[in-house]
C-alpha cells in the first residue's frame, strides 16, 4: 500500500497527530485538512494544506506566526515542539557561544517589538551565521514585507515538515 492510500486510510485521531504541528501548535489545520480526504497522492494533501493557512484571515495567520518560538533562546528551549527543537539544533541554534546567544535574545526582543511575532525562518540548511545575517537583513523591513515574508517562511516550514512525514 502506497503512503497516500494509508494517509487516507488513517482514523481522524491518528491523522490529527501525525499533521498536528506542521504549523506550529495549530491543530486546527490538520483537522480541517481531514475533512478535505480523500487525497489524490501527497502533493494534493500538502497543497490543500497549505491553502487552509493561505485563505485564513490575516488575525489567524498572525495568531499561527505567533505561535512560532524565538531562535536559540536558552530560557523557553523545553518549550519548543520536537519540530522546533530539532530544525534550531539542527541549524546549530543550540550551541551558540553567549555573545551569539545575547545577540539573538536582543534581536527576538527588538523584531517582536516592532512586528508583534517572532523571526520565522526555515532554518533547515543554514547554520547559525547565515540566520543571524538574515536575521539583522529582516529586522529593517517594513511591517507589511515582513508579514508577508514571515507568510512565506511559515509555508517553507510546513513544506519541509511535510515532506519529513513518514507513515508506516
Excluded at 493557512?53 to 499561527?64: P, R, V
Excluded at 511591517?143 to 519541509?160: H, K, P, S, T
Aim: glycine content about 2%.
Amino acid at each position: 500500500m502506497n503512503t497516500i492510500d494509508k494517509i487516507n486510510k488513517l482514523s481522524q485521531s491518528e491523522f490529527v497527530e501525525i499533521f498536528a504541528n506542521i504549523f506550529e501548535k495549530t491543530k486546527w489545520i490538520a483537522e480541517k485538512l481531514y475533512n478535505q480526504k480523500p487525497f489524490n497522492n501527497f502533493e494534493d494533501l500538502c497543497s490543500k494544506m497549505l491553502g487552509i493557512f493561505k485563505t485564513a484571515s490575516k488575525e489567524t495567520q498572525l495568531k499561527i506566526l505567533r505561535e512560532h518560538p524565538d531562535l536559540a533562546n536558552k530560557v523557553t528551549v523545553n518549550l519548543l515542539t520536537i519540530n522546533s527543537r530539532t530544525e534550531q539544533n539542527n541549524a546549530g541554534l543550540d550551541q551558540c557561544s553567549e555573545e551569539e546567544f545575547n545577540e539573538f535574545k536582543d534581536l527576538n526582543k527588538k523584531y517582536k517589538q516592532k512586528f508583534g511575532f517572532p523571526l520565522i525562518i526555515a532554518v533547515k540548511g543554514k547554520n547559525k551565521i547565515e540566520i543571524l545575517s538574515e536575521f539583522k537583513k529582516r529586522i529593517l523591513n517594513s511591517v507589511d514585507d515582513e508579514f508577508n515574508e514571515a507568510i512565506i517562511q511559515v509555508g517553507r516550514i510546513a513544506n519541509l515538515r511535510l515532506n519529513e512525514i513518514n507513515i508506516k
